[in-house]
C-alpha cells in the first residue's frame, strides 16, 4: 500500500504526517484530559509570590537545573535521599508543580534532588555554599555563584525560592534548618 | 531490489554534462557548520573540565557551567549538526530529482538567516537568556527566526522535489521530507507550546519535543544521508528497497508515543509510563531494518573500509546507531530505568546518538561532497583518516567510562546508606577520563576542519 509513497509526494506527504499524528496527539492533547491530577493544585499548594517568581529566574537562568532534578520519584531510594531525619520524603505529584513554568523536573543529578530541599538549610547555610559550595562541602563539584550572593536581592529571591520547595505536603518531622 | 534502480544514488547523476548543480546554498550550510563544530567543541572542553577543575572561570557569570551548557548543547545541535545535515541535503535532494535546487536566493538567504540565529543564540545563552527547556533554550524570537528559516529551508526542499524529472523517489528523499514535516509540528510544540501549559502537562509537551528532536529531525535526516552516502561512496546498489520502506513507515509511526519515558518512576501518570516504555521498545523495528539493510549493502564490500574514510565513518556510524537504539529501549524498561535514569549513563548514550552516529554520518558525507563541489582533491586523506581514528578512539573512551560510571553513580545512589557526596566523588576520575577522551575527540574536529578549509582554499592547486 505505502509503495504509492514512492511515487507521490503528496501520498507520502499524508502519509508521513497521519501516522505521526496518531501518535502525536494521543500522547500529548489527550493525557491532561484524561487525568485530571495535572491540573489540579494540591490542597497545600500556594501560587508563588513575586520573590520566589524572582528566585525562580534566577535558577532558571543560572542553569541550576542542568544539574539538580526537582523530582522524588517512586522509588525507595528517593524517598530516603529527600528525607528528613530518618522520615522517608512523599514521592512527587503533579498536582504539587501546576504553578511551575518552566517546569524544572530536570533529567540529570549531578548535585542531588531539590524537590524537598525547603526548610533543610538556613540562609547563612545557603550565603557560604553559593559562595563557594567547596567551603562547606569539601569535594562539591558546584560552581561558585558569587555573583549573586553579591546582590542581596538576587541572593534573598533565590533563597525564599529554595525555601519553598516541596513544602506543599506537610511532612517535615522537625522544625526547619534542625541538624 | 532492482525496483527504483533509476534513482539509486550510485548511478552517477552528476558526471557528464555541463554542471547543473552550482550548489552555493550547501557551500554556505557547510562552511558555516564547520566552523560551529570547532567553536563549539572549545565550549565542550570547557564544560567537560569544570567537571574536574569546578572552579575553573568560576567568578564569570558569562563562563559559569549554567550558561555554557546549553550554549554547548544548543551550539552543537543546531550550530553545528543540523546546519550541516541541511547544508548535505541541499547537496543530495536535487541529484536525486534531476533538477537544480528550486531557489539558490532563497538558499543563500536561509544559510545567513541561520548563522544570525546561531550568534544571537550564543549572546543570549551567555547573558543568561534562557528559556528554560531543555533543547529548547533560546528566547521566543530566536525561536520563531528557527521557524521562519525552516519554512524557508522546507519551500525550496518541497519546491525542488515538486519540479522533480525522475518521478520515483529514493529513500533519502522521503527521510528528508519527514524531517521538514515532523519539525514544523515537533519545533513549535517544545518551543511555543510549552508557554501556555505548566506543571507535568507542559513538562509531558517539552519530552515529546526533546525526544522527537532527535528522533524526527535528527535520526530521519542523519539516516536519509547515510542511505545516499552508503552506496556512493562505497559504489554499490542498496540491498533492499522493502526494507527501507519498513524502516521509514514505522518510524513515522513509532517514534512519537515515547517523550513520556524521560519520566519513568517520575510524577506523570502511569500508563502513559507503559504506553511509552511499549513503544521504545517497539522502536527496535525500525533501527535494525535500517541497519541490516545498511549492512547487508555491504556485503563483499568490507574491504573497501580499509581505504575509504566516508565509509569509515559512516560503518562505524551504523554501529554507533544500533548501540544506541538497543540502549534506549533497555533504559525505557522500569527496572533498567531504576539505575541508570539521571545518571552520567545518559549523557554516554546522548553523545553516541549525536556525536558517534548522526555526526560521523554529516562528516562522512562532508569529506564525500566537499571535494566534488568544489571541484578538486580532499587535501590531505591521511589526515581525514587521523580525524577518523582521533573522533572514533576518544568517542570511545567517551562512551564507555560514562557507561560504566553512571550505572556504577546510579547502583549507589539505590543504596541511600551511600552520603551523596561520596557519590559524586567517585566519579571524580569518570570525568576526567571524559576530558581527556573529549580532548581526543576535539583533535579530530581540528583536523577535519582544517582538512576541509584547507581543501576549499587550496582548491585551484589540487585540482590539478
Ligand atoms: C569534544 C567533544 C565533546 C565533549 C567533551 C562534550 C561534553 C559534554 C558535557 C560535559 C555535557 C554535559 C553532560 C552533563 O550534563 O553531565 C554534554 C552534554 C551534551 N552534549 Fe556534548 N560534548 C562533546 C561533543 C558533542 C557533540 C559533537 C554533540 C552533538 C552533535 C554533543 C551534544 C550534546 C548534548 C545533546 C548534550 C546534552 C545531553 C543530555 O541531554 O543529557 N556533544 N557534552
Not at chain 1, 484524561?34 to 543560572?62: C, F
Not at chain 2, 521504545?280 to 573497501?304: C, D, E, R
Not at chain 2, 551523596?420 to 576520575?429: C, Q
Request: with cysteine.
Amino acid at each position: 500500500m505505502l509503495s504509492k509513497a514512492d511515487r507521490s509526494a503528496a501520498f507520502a506527504v499524508a502519509a508521513a504526517l497521519g501516522l505521526f499524528f496518531i501518535g502525536g496527539l494521543l500522547t500529548t492533547v489527550v493525557p491532561p484530559l484524561v487525568d485530571k491530577s495535572w491540573s489540579r493544585p494540591a490542597p497545600g499548594l500556594r501560587p508563588y509570590t513575586e520573590q520566589e517568581l524572582h528566585g525562580r529566574a534566577i535558577y532558571v537562568r543560572e542553569g541550576c537545573w542542568y544539574c539538580h532534578t526537582q523530582q522524588t520519584r517512586t522509588l525507595v531510594s528517593d524517598t530516603k535521599r529527600s528525607g528528613w531525619r530518618g522520615v522517608d520524603s512523599p514521592i512527587s505529584t503533579p498536582d504539587e508543580f501546576v504553578y511551575d513554568s518552566p517546569h524544572m523536573f530536570g533529567t540529570k543529578r549531578t548535585g542531588p534532588d531539590l524537590s524537598r530541599v525547603g526548610g533543610k538549610y538556613d540562609t547563612q547555610w545557603h550565603r557560604t555554599h553559593f559562595r563557594n559550595p567547596r567551603d562547606l562541602v569539601p569535594g562539591s563539584v558546584m560552581p561558585p555563584f558569587p555573583w549573586i550572593v553579591n546582590d542581596e536581592k538576587e541572593f534573598q529571591a533565590l533563597v525564599a525560592y529554595i525555601q519553598r520547595l516541596g513544602r506543599a505536603k506537610d511532612w517535615r518531622p522537625d522544625k526547619d534548618y534542625e541538624k | 531490489m532492482a525496483q527504483g534502480s533509476a534513482v539509486q544514488p550510485q548511478k552517477g547523476t552528476e558526471s557528464g554534462a555541463p554542471p547543473l548543480h552550482v550548489d552555493t546554498t550547501a557551500k554556505w550550510f557547510l562552511l558555516s557548520s564547520i566552523s560551529y563544530f570547532f567553536i563549539v567543541g572549545i565550549i565542550a572542553l570547557t564544560i567537560a573540565a569544570k567537571f574536574v577543575w569546578p572552579e575553573l572561570l568560576g567568578t564569570v557569570p558569562y563562563f559559569s557551567y549554567g550558561r555554557l551548557r546549553p550554549l554547548h548543547v544548543n551550539g552543537m545541535l543546531f550550530g553545528w549538526l543540523l546546519a550541516c545535515d541541511m547544508g548535505i541535503s541541499y547537496y543530495i535532494v536535487p541529484r536525486l530529482c534531476g533538477v537544480k535546487l528550486w531557489s539558490e536566493k532563497l538558499g543563500v538567504a536561509t544559510a545567513v538567516l541561520w548563522n544570525i540565529i546561531i550568534l544571537g543564540a550564543v549572546v543570549a545563552l551567555m547573558g543568561g537568556y534562557n528559556h528554560g527547556f531543555e533543547y529548547a533554550e533560546l528566547p521566543t524570537p530566536l525561536e520563531i527566526l528557527v521557524v521562519v528559516a525552516w519554512v524557508m529551508y522546507g519551500v525550496n526542499i518541497f519546491g525542488t522535489i515538486a519540479t522533480r524529472k525522475y518521478t520515483q523517489m529514493y529513500v533519502s528523499i522521503w527521510y528528508i521530507m519527514g524531517t521538514v514535516l515532523w519539525t514544523t509540528f515537533v519545533y513549535p510544540t517544545g518551543n511555543f507550546a510549552v508557554d501556555f501549559t505548566t506543571g507535568v502537562n507542559q513538562a509531558n509537551l517539552n519530552w515529546m519535543f526533546v525526544h522527537n528532536a532527535v528522533g524526527l529531525i535528527f535520526t530521519p535526516i542523519g539516516l536519509g544521508i547515510a542511505y545516499y552516502f552508503i552506496p556512493k561512496s562505497s559504489n554499490t546498489p542498496l540491498f533492499s528497497h522493502r526494507l527501507s520502506m519498513i524502516g521509514f513507515w514505522s518510524l513515522a509511526f513509532v517514534y512519537v508515543w515515547t517523550g513520556a519515558h524521560h519520566m519513568i518512576h517520575g510524577p506523570i501518570s502511569q500508563w502513559l509510563q507503559t504506553i511509552a516504555i511499549t513503544f521504545s521498545v517497539m522502536l527496535l523495528i525500525p533501527v535494525w531494518a535500517v541497519v541490516y539493510n545498511f549492512f547487508a549493502t555491504m556485503k563483499g564490500q568490507w574491504h573497501q573500509l580499509r581505504e575509504n574514510v566516508p565509509l569509515k565513518f559512516l560503518m562505524s556510524g551504523t554501529v554507533f546507531y544500533l548501540l544506541t537504539c538497543f540502549q534506549g529501549p533497555m533504559h525505557s524498561l522500569r527496572s533498567v530505568n531504576a539505575i541508570v535514569s539521571k545518571t552520567d549513563w545518559i549523557p554516554g548514550h546522548a553523545h553516541m546518538a549525536l556525536l558517534g552516529c548522526f555526526s560521523f554520518f554529516a562528516i562522512a558525507a562532508t569529506y564525500y561532497i566537499v571535494p566534488r563541489m568544489w571541484n578538486t582533491r580532499l587535501h590531505s586523506d591521511a589526515l581525514a583518516n587521523w580525524s577518523f581514528w582521533c573522533m572514533i578512539l576518544g568517542g570511545l573512551g567517551f562512551f564507555t567510562t560514562l557507561w560504566l560510571g553512571g550505572f556504577w553513580q546510579g547502583w549507589q545512589w539505590n543504596n541511600p546508606a551511600i552520603p551523596f557526596i561520596d557519590t559524586v566523588k567517585a566519579l571524580k576520575p569518570v570525568w576526567l577520563v571524559r576530558f581527556f577522551s573529549g580532548t581526543l575527540i576535539f583533535s579530530g574536529i581540528v583536523m577535519f576542519a582544517y582538512n576541509v578549509m584547507a581543501t576549499v582554499i587550496g582548491r585551484r592547486e589540487y585540482a590539478q
